[in-house]
């Protein structure tokens, strides 16, 4: 095993070649300004990331996929002054992968509970479109419970984080959380079907 001019001992990817640059080398060498080593971090990883999004994906499409593996990679490039070559780069990059996909689930489930619809349903064709439907009938709530439903839905904070964070009673929280979901499904019902009963009682449920 080759050692670096330090004395310490490298490893490399498995799936290097010889006298190639591991992955942790062409992160630091990206971060330092030089481009043509993400490139080759992207031609490394395009495809089992991709892989890894379809494996995944409860209704897997190529279309979904690919969008997931481009956000995977734009994170990549924002959160590159902040990677350490302590950590492999394999590691690193699927910690964000999976942060990806859990957000993904949130924005589906959110859809599905509000618009009453998945991705499948032809009355909503694609997630865009749901996407721009939830976000034009947010911009009517009011601001305070706008935030309060979206700490709550997409960044999933408890009753009590939210209470802490915006300096609110948790009763408070509770009851203007209950107004603007009941606020947004109003919105929401004069352009998308209504929510089965069903759905908003395991939502409720789950919450």
């Not at 330090?6 to 630091?28: I, K």
């Not at 190529?62 to 956000?71: I, K």
């Amino acid at each position: 095993m080759p050692e670096s001019p330090n004395g310490t001992t490298e490893t490399r990817n498995h799936a290097e070649p010889a006298g190639a640059r591991t992955d942790e080398q062409l992160m630091v060498a990206f971060a330092s300004g030089k481009v043509e080593a993400f490139d080759e971090l992207f031609s490394r990883y395009k495809q089992p990331v991709f892989g890894f999004f379809r494996r995944r994906l409860s209704e897997p499409s190529q279309s979904q996929a690919d969008e997931l593996t481009q956000e995977t990679f734009l994170a990549v490039l924002r959160a590159s002054s902040r990677y350490q070559p302590s950590a492999l780069f394999r590691t690193w990059l699927y910690a964000i992968g999976f942060k990806i996909l859990r957000a993904h689930r949130r924005k589906t489930a959110f859809r599905a509970t509000f618009l009453g619809t998945s991705d499948r349903d032809p009355a909503i064709e694609n997630s865009i479109l749901a996407d721009v439907m939830i976000r034009q009938a947010m911009g009517k709530l009011d601001r305070l419970e706008r935030e309060i439903l979206m700490l709550r839905e997409f960044e999933q904070l408890g009753y009590a984080e939210i209470a802490e964070l915006l300096n609110l009673p948790v009763n408070t929280v509770r009851s203007r959380l209950f107004r603007a979901r009941t606020a947004l499904r109003q919105i929401l019902s004069a352009s998308a079907p209504a929510p089965s009963a069903t759905t908003l009682q395991e939502f409720e449920e789950r919450i």
